[in-house]
């Protein structure tokens, strides 16, 4: 995971001393991302003052009518607001809980477990969704129906609640948090913990006094960061705030779209409003990272060391498994069993059981050459981004070109940009540059690059950063030439960041479903959207077999890339 | 039906004068081939070397496999890929695309009011299939060739009998508006055709505050019958509004419990339109699609595929169904109202669901 490598800012323009060359470079670079990611931003600027024909480009009528209108949306900003507050309070709580276990208690199964809670990563909010639509429906729910026969009461659980969204949203976007947190924590010194200990304090006091107080600055980082994720999502709020009559910026964007004559306007106007809150969001968190002195991370060598918690450990782990089942288990074993039912139902006397989903699925586009898509992107773009967005990170970080600081800020820059909103913006973007790329792999390829691209250089320079130059200089000053450097010690040293790196936007390019929603076409399908086309259309029970299908080629494809590069990852 | 059929005149009359916009008149070809069992005057060795084609179509995804499938076992030289999505969904990326000088598909199925739309667009290329004889002509455009109805959707009322006794379920159209079902029935999104047919016939019927008045009973709505079916058969909701008799004989022949209702006031029964596009980067297979999707071959197999209603004249009704002509069919009787009325239905029907 990138997010935890907070590398030291570069300055945003030094041109003194620069060659032209340099100066050249650095232009050419900062013009291709700024043609990549501003250029299709002013295409949605232009589409949100349209108040004329909405398919007409460039706009003949121009107002702010689309953003009056914006007080009509009112709810829905409202809707967002607190759904994106309530999944990041427990993501983050989550996320605390699970990190302090896994990086400073001796609980049993701890590799395994912290191995485990990646997996909603793979799985994706899509799939999440639909697998929590199949557990707590308030009627049909299998937990709800468990629950009618256990203890007699009915409609317990209701998923289609914004509480129910923000739960999913969590459970499958807030693994983020888990991450960021842990890192945190491993990097702080356990002194401070084992001197409060040494004084009397007990284990819980310990805990309240002192190491949340110092993990407080990066836990209010991922607060931030994850509530503006949680502001973009998409998925589990269309999959079960439609049910409930419930409706977020996403979500509405989504159907203003979709309607004729298609409301660009206004939700280019709505999908501005989202940037901006996002962008503010996103620069304090930037602003924060920058000023803060994290004061766990000391200069002085330490070991980390687990608190002993004695048997309290089984319980922690007890925690963790729990967590585990309700993020992983419970909801592909709903998922698998749905997927071999005839028609969904949780009636046991109506339930049929069949694997002609599985034999329909493969018969569809839908999966055959969505699938194949979009193993083929992810692993072109993978390959191809790994290796520019390398170039990109020696650029901003290495290198001593003028502007890199611009260049890292306009790479940066999708993040603050809601995935939906992106692709709003590539679609009236590509729809009407003159290259014949719409409706291709290739436009998704480029787009696919373009929102994983801070993914990527946040990855990569975390590696690169943790590379001394003394190093390179040493091999330089003992007569060792450039290509013999890069061969015998840099490429080596990043070897294991460049295969996570690769790892990482592979399977963020097959999960990919914002910007594909917009892009896809008739010869360029992709598996995400493909299946939430297929959860309108073609039922719970294909939709779910399909759903099944593609977790499990994520899984083996990541399976078959760790095993095919275990050596690189060993020492790492 | 041709008795029931309301105002089916006056949409020959609407047709009539928005085709008469100068695209070539002269298309009806004097001597069709026969070819695996059905009548073409495309050119087949042109279609094969096209080798592909790109149908646009509102119909799920399943049941389009369905047919592209058994359309490539008589010609597994073109490979048909198509886009699935609501009727107005699908208009709006067609026409955004073809705005912007990107023509990627061949053949499109949208519901009425776009087809007539696109036609006004000079969206259609005209082409008249041997197999349009067969359709009478309230069913096609004026001149015939731009477009023809080739699927029709019955949608009415449907319930869950495990949930609600038949004595209990709504038996008419004003039944629905009953106190007593609030919070249990579904309905299509705004971006639904049929759902737009619905409320326009159905008001002209019940009046025009009928369905602000269903606003009250808080209706749930999705994209499509399956999500609808899906939801009365696992009991998140007991009553399906504007449910498409497709749905419920797909739905019936898996076994799920469902029984549906015909009120006496009539159905609505809203066409889903099929034409070659102007500019199709396919246009032989694009035409050789539509006279076997138009034949008796073609229609049969979307009627096992789909459960719709043919509107062929000699069609035989869908597997397990009745033919349509045994209902009392409902259609819009002001053409002009109903053609010019998609905003208002997107207003209305939007804030009736929720999303405003």
Partial sequence: MPMQNLAPPAPLWRPSGATKIELLASATVALVCVGLIVYPLFFLLAESINVGDPQNFPPKDIGIDNFIDLSLDLTVLLNTAYVAIAATAMAIAAGFVLAWILTRTNVPGKALLERLLEIPFYLTPLVGALAWSILAAPKSGFLNQLLVTVVGVSDLLDIYTPFGIAWVMALFEGTVAFVMISAVMKSMDPSLEESSRVTGAGKLRTLFKITLPLVLPGLLGAIVFVFAEMLGSFAAALVLGLPGRFFVVTTAIWQYTLSYPPEYGKASALGLALFGVMFATLSFYRWMVRRGTFATISGKAFQPRSIDMGRARYGLAAICWLYVFVAVILPIAALLLTSCLRFATVIVDQMSFTLQNYETALTLDAVRSALTNSLELGIGVATVGVFVMAVLVWIIYRSRLPGRGAVEYVVMFPQSVPRMVFGLALLTAWLNIPIPLYGTLWVLAIAYFTVLMPLGVRTLSGVVLQIDKSLEECAQVCGATWAYRMRTIAVPLLRPGLVAAWLLIFIASVREIGVSIYLMGPNSKVIAPAIVSSWSSAGTELTAAMAMIQTAAVLLAVLLLLSVTAKYFKGA | ?356
């Fill in chain 2, 1 to 356: 039906m041709r008795q029931r059929i309301l105002g089916l005149v006056g949409a020959a009359s609407i047709f009539g004068l928005v085709a008469g916009n100068g695209q070539a008149q002269n298309a009806v070809c004097p001597s069709p081939n026969e070819v695996a069992g059905f009548r073409t005057c495309a050119n087949i060795a042109k279609a094969e070397q096209e080798g592909k084609l790109v149908i646009y179509s509102t119909d799920v995804e399943q049941g389009q496999a369905k047919i592209v499938a058994a359309f490539s076992a008589s010609f597994p030289k073109i490979k048909p890929t198509y886009v699935r999505a609501l009727s107005a969904s699908l208009y709006a990326k067609l026409q955004s695309e073809r705005q912007a000088g990107q023509y990627l598909a061949d053949l499109v199925n949208v519901d009425v009011v776009l087809a007539n739309d696109f036609l006004k667009k000079n969206g259609y290329a005209r082409y008249v299939s041997p197999q349009m004889a067969a359709f009478r002509s309230e069913f096609k455009s004026k001149p015939e060739g731009y477009f023809t109805w080739a699927q029709l959707a019955v949608a009415a009322i449907a319930y869950n009998p495990r949930l609600l006794a038949a004595d209990q379920a709504p038996k008419a159209w004003g039944d629905i508006l009953n106190p007593k079902y609030a919070g249990t029935m579904n309905v299509k999104s705004s971006n639904s055709g049929v759902q737009h047919f619905v409320w326009y016939t159905v008001r002209e019927v019940m009046g025009k505050d009928f369905w602000k008045s269903l606003a009250s009973q808080k209706p749930k709505a999705f994209d499509s019958y399956v999500q609808q079916y899906d939801r009365i058969v696992n009991g998140e909701d007991k009553i399906v509004i504007g449910a498409q008799y497709s749905g419920y004989l797909e739905f019936k022949a898996k076994g799920a419990p469902l029984d549906f209702i015909f009120p006496d006031q009539g159905v609505p029964a809203s066409p889903q339109v099929w034409g070659v596009i102007d500019k199709a980067p396919n246009p032989e297979a694009a035409r050789l699609f539509l006279d076997w999707f138009l034949s008796p071959i073609g229609q049969k197999v979307m009627q096992e595929a789909l459960f719709l209603n043919s509107p062929r004249d000699d069609a035989v009704p869908p597997p397990g169904g009745v033919a349509a002509s045994q209902h009392k069919l409902l259609f819009p009787s002001d053409w002009d109202g109903f053609l010019g009325s998609k905003r208002e239905f997107n207003t209305e029907w939007d804030r009736i669901t929720g999303l405003r």
